[in-house]
């Protein structure tokens, strides 16, 4: 329904790539967790992250120069969230994956994110 309110490739590919991840991001937290298991609390920042960048895409009407700020604000969001789990919650397991492979999956999803947001910029200079 949203792809066909932009004309552009750029918009549509923009649309895409925002919801991919987000549904790649909800399976994954929802099959696994993310931060160690699908019962660690630290997990629902994620939910949480979806849920404002949904509300917020709607409150903007999927105007691309607004919605290219709000996937550049879940971009950091995304990073922000194993940041805390680091820095205020040390006794968080991390599960398997490590410290380090729980910030490389972060990084993918918040580079997805901001690819999102590149795509949106570009649509809004046309």
Known sequence: ITANKGGTIAYRAAIM????????????????????????????LY???????????????????????????LAVGQMLVPLITLIFLPQVSWGEAGVVRIFILNAFFASSFALSGFLFRQTSNQ
């Open 17 to 44: 790539m925002a919801i991919a991840t987000t549904l790649l991001l909800v399976w994954l937290n929802l099959a696994v967790g993310i931060i160690g298991n699908e019962n660690q609390l630290i997990n629902l």
């Open 47 to 73: 939910f949480a992250l979806v849920a404002v960048g949904l509300v917020s895409a709607f409150l903007v009407r999927f105007r691309p120069h607004k919605m290219s700020y709000i996937m550049f604000t």
